[in-house]
């Protein structure tokens, strides 16, 4: 007979490890079918075993489509395939996942981001059968987080465009008095000198007036206008502005299409598009403006057929100083600009663009009904 001492040993030895999860059916099924954790379970050829309700509803596949085959190859993105094979290997390996941040896609191809738990299972014996996953699904939470981090870093740029802006106007009009002063009162290469010095101060003064569209929140007096009155009008501008290699196409609705904002701040904002419309245009092509009314919403969309927009800058064309352009020859403010108007009329504005196609930027603008008293412009 083996001593206590051989007992004890043996016994510690069958003893699962802190990371392994033992193989139970009474205690599986119950708290992994109610659990609202999606959570699943592989065995060592890594094939589905478990897949409870609330994975089938977080990620679209039901359980009778993947037990008994591997975890869904649509449902993990290309790039963390790799990574995703790594933390399987060590889960077997006896070392648990804990809270690794991933991209998971569902089945109709919807993003979501999930915190990963995974552990090894063992059968009675201690022999490792599997592993078992709980997926946290955080997106909502990341979500917040990187609109938080938005606000915080839009508050911050305002705060310093404006105080850059009010010393640079300053500067900017002492410097623009003296050269008018000169241009006046000379004639010849210095008064020529001193236009130009004229002409790059008006330059500095229109940036200027960008760094304070942008530092200045919704506290400006907006009013209720006919927004297809708005953009119908600029258009002779902006067809100086794009010039004669540019065909402009206006689709307007109708109807008049009523929202409350600034006009200048509309007009500025179809200016810098029509303005990046054209750069993105160089050998010429067709700009579109359209307006309509879809439900309560006015649209306004500005389409270029030029090279499009690549696709790892579109999530930050409208981040305040972003520009693709050379030193020099872009601020990186117009799209900021655009995207302050928006927010301060309480609308929504969004790019789609493909290479080598065109871009398409849309405003979605609340719809108000003007009424006797609302002063429509």
Known sequence: MPTTQQGRAERSARRPSASDVPESPGLVDPVTSSSPIPTFAVDLDQRLTLWNAAAERTFGWSSDEVLGKRVPPAMIPRADRAGSAERMRRALAGAAVTGERVRRLTKSGDERWIDIYAARTVDPDGRPIGVAV??????????????????QKVAAIRLLAGGIAHDFSKALAAAGVFAERIRDRTHGSIAEDATSIVDAVESGQALSRQLVGLARGSDAAAAVVDVRDVVGRLESVIRRLVGDRVAIEMRLAPEPVHARLLVAQLEQALINLAVNAREAMPRGGVLTIGLRRVTDEAVIEVSDTGVGIPSANLAAVF?????????????????????GFVENAAGRVAVRSDAGRGSTFSIWLPVVTPTAGSGVV
């Open 319 to 339: 981040e305040p100083f972003f520009t693709t352009k050379a030193t020099g020859q872009g601020t990186g403010l117009g799209l900021a600009m655009v995207r």
């Open 134 to 151: 709980q997926l946290v699904d955080v997106t909502e939470r990341v979500c917040l987080e990187a609109e938080l981090l938005q606000t």
